[in-house]
């Protein structure tokens, strides 16, 4: 059976690093000789089957001594299959591939988010030369294929979209708590990506104008490289402070238990100004939450507006506002019909088999 290699930064908390070690398991199962690698000093927090293989390029070495080994590692590395996770990753070990037979390594390259506005340096990286090199484009959602196939026309064949996996049966519906305390969960990244120096700006909007009590949790990385403390936490920290809003939304390090967590929640928030196809949304709906989203990227899939969620604007305040407020004017029947419609929503989209075959069927092909 066929060598794979997955190729990501780390397995720390994230969409992407969640699903490399889901495919990788899926694909040990398979009976596919599978090794994940990585590049980036940070601690694994997600876990694996142990027959997958596990390899970290240069620990502890700086930014020029990991470059080296990256390119020693994919120059010399015997495999069949290299699946890279990421644009920055992908042109990591694209380079060095440049220099091995197209016959005997092959490559999907897996893009995990929604190009929004002008590409930047990487991207342009990769549609200019890099993709040449690769078998197949794999973005995790149908927005970000469209763009790549608008840009590159040539890559339509090879462009396919593969949407991400959550266990249903992991994630299962919990009833709604309710009472006159209305709780909202974040499972997010602090980073400029979800939106989070805006958000505490909708918040403070929500405490002077709505009558109705109400607490948000937001669950994140505190912080970077184990024991430094995440900038962007630390601004919306003082943000919090400044507006006196230490009653309505707290912040909280990252956590393994989000459905533990869950079951608290009469919704589910994810302000992103850009999205992959999100794990956060894909948890929430399995739970039979209903969502409070921007409405970017393939995040309509998963919530429709009035149905299971509200949709609204991430770059602006008031229609932020104005889905918060739609959703708790709610009644609470209302508020648990929304929820019964995400849990029917997640079991349509989501099965583990369809989604590891589909990667198969490029392996094999």
């Not at 502890?60 to 920055?88: A, E, N, P």
Request: proline residues 4%; positive net charge; charged residues 25%.
């Amino acid at each position: 059976m066929s060598k794979v290699v997955l190729f990501i930064n780390s397995l720390s908390i994230g969409g992407a690093e969640r699903q490399a070690c889901i495919l990788a398991d899926g694909l040990v199962e398979r009976g596919y000789d599978v090794t994940l690698t990585t590049y980036g000093d940070v601690s694994d927090f997600y876990t694996y089957n142990p027959k997958v293989h596990r390899n970290q390029i240069a620990p502890g070495g700086g930014k020029l001594l990991k470059m080296i080994f990256i390119w020693r590692y994919f120059l010399t590395v015997k495999t069949d299959w290299v699946i890279s996770f990421t644009q920055r990753s992908s042109s990591f070990c694209l380079r060095p591939l440049m220099f091995r037979s197209r016959k005997k390594i092959r490559v999907i390259a897996s893009e995990r988010n929604t190009t929004i506005g002008e590409p930047g340096t990487i991207e342009k990286q990769l549609m200019r030369s890099l993709y040449h090199r690769v078998d197949y484009i794999v973005p995790n959602s149908f927005t970000q294929r469209e763009h790549i196939i608008k840009a590159k026309p040539q890559y339509k064949d090879k462009t396919i979209a593969i949407t991400n996996y959550t266990d249903t049966n992991k994630y299962k519906p919990t009833p709604l708590p309710g009472g006159d305390l209305m709780r909202i969960g974040v499972f997010s990244r602090y980073s400029e990506q979800k939106n989070c120096v805006r958000f505490v700006e909708v918040v403070k909007q929500l405490k002077d104008h709505t009558s109705q009590r109400f607490v948000i949790d937001w669950y994140g990385d505190r912080y970077i490289k184990d024991t430094q403390l995440n900038p962007m936490f630390e601004r919306m920290s003082q943000k919090i402070q400044e507006y006196g809003l230490d009653d309505c939304i707290k912040l909280h390090d990252m956590i393994r238990d989000v459905v533990g967590e869950m079951v608290k929640f009469d919704a589910c928030c994810l302000p992103s100004l850009y999205e992959g196809f999100s794990n956060s949304i894909s948890e929430a709906i399995c739970c039979g939450k209903p969502c409070i989203v921007s409405d970017v990227a393939d995040n309509g899939v998963m919530v429709k507006d009035g149905v299971n969620g509200f949709l609204f604007d991430p770059e602006i305040i008031e229609s932020m506002v104005s889905a918060f407020t739609r959703f708790f004017h709610l009644t609470k029947e209302e508020r648990q019909n929304m929820g019964k419609e995400s849990r029917l929503r997640a079991e349509q989209l989501f099965d583990l088999d369809a989604f590891i075959q589909k990667y198969v069927n490029l392996i094999e092909s």
